[in-house]
T-cell receptor
Framework: GAGVSQSPSNKVTEKGKDVELRCDPI?????LYWYRQSLGQGLEFLIY????????KSGLPSDRFSAERTGGSVSTLTIQRTQQEDSAVYLC????????????FGNGTRLTVT | GESVGLHLPTLSVQEGDNSIINCAYS??????FIWYKQESGKGPQFIID?????DKRQGQRVTVLLNKTVKHLSLQIAATQPGDSAVYFC????????FGAGTRLTVKP
């Protein structure tokens, strides 16, 4: 079946603009994660959705970042008033509801803020 | 090995040799661990996982070792091949999944 799909694959935006990044998880996966990866670095946790529970937003770096998950499926990560330091690859992953299930990643959205 | 820092640790091995990639995790409450492989331009791919009630698990050409006493995880790759060249991340799960900084493996032909 289809894996995790992210769009767009690349996004170039001007400083100060808002951007929306989309993630389509694997069908049936109730857990969804967003991570940020700067060039040559590890994965920085941003936010975690699990079913209908309140999301874990503890990793969001500022109030310019927000995420939604509609209908327990598609998720959108929004960055308002983008800054150059927001340039990174934004990765989405999904997993089954059970604890101790591996995450399945999309190929990410490469965001460049000019 | 793993460390929190700005630059990825690197490991360079000769094709056919065995590779060992190390990871120190941070949360003693973590009960599930995964190794991922990330190639350039792609998202991380699952390699192998292990639960905290085990100390060793083997897959095809890969073995994961878990030492909970010192909070250490390692990935062993047997007969390393050029296609194994990538960045390898360990991940730990407690309430959510957190990743180590990654190690870049380069395989010399």
């Amino acid at each position: 079946g289809a894996g995790v799909s992210q769009s767009p694959s690349n996004k170039v935006t001007e400083k100060g603009k808002d951007v929306e990044l989309r993630c389509d998880p694997i069908s049936g996966h109730t857990a969804l994660y967003w991570y940020r990866q700067s060039l040559g670095q590890g994965l920085e946790f941003l936010i975690y959705f699990q079913g209908n529970s309140a999301p874990d937003k503890s990793g969001l770096p500022s109030d310019r970042f927000s995420a939604e998950r509609t209908g327990g499926s598609v998720s959108t990560l929004t960055i308002q008033r983008t800054q150059q330091e927001d340039s990174a690859v934004y990765l989405c992953a999904s997993s089954l509801a059970t604890h101790n299930s591996p995450l399945h990643f999309g190929n990410g959205t490469r965001l460049t803020v000019t | 090995g793993e460390s929190v820092g700005l630059h990825l640790p690197t490991l360079s091995v000769q094709e056919g040799d065995n590779s060992i990639i190390n990871c120190a995790y941070s949360n003693s409450a973590s009960d599930y661990f995964i190794w991922y492989k990330q190639e350039s331009g792609k998202g991380p791919q699952f390699i192998i996982d292990i639960r905290s009630n085990m100390d060793k698990r083997q897959g095809q050409r890969v073995t994961v070792l878990l030492n909970k006493t010192v909070k250490h995880l390692s990935l062993q790759i047997a007969a390393t091949q050029p296609g194994d060249s990538a960045v390898y991340f360990c991940a730990e799960m407690s309430n959510d999944m957190r990743f180590g900084a990654g190690t870049r493996l380069t395989v010399k032909p």
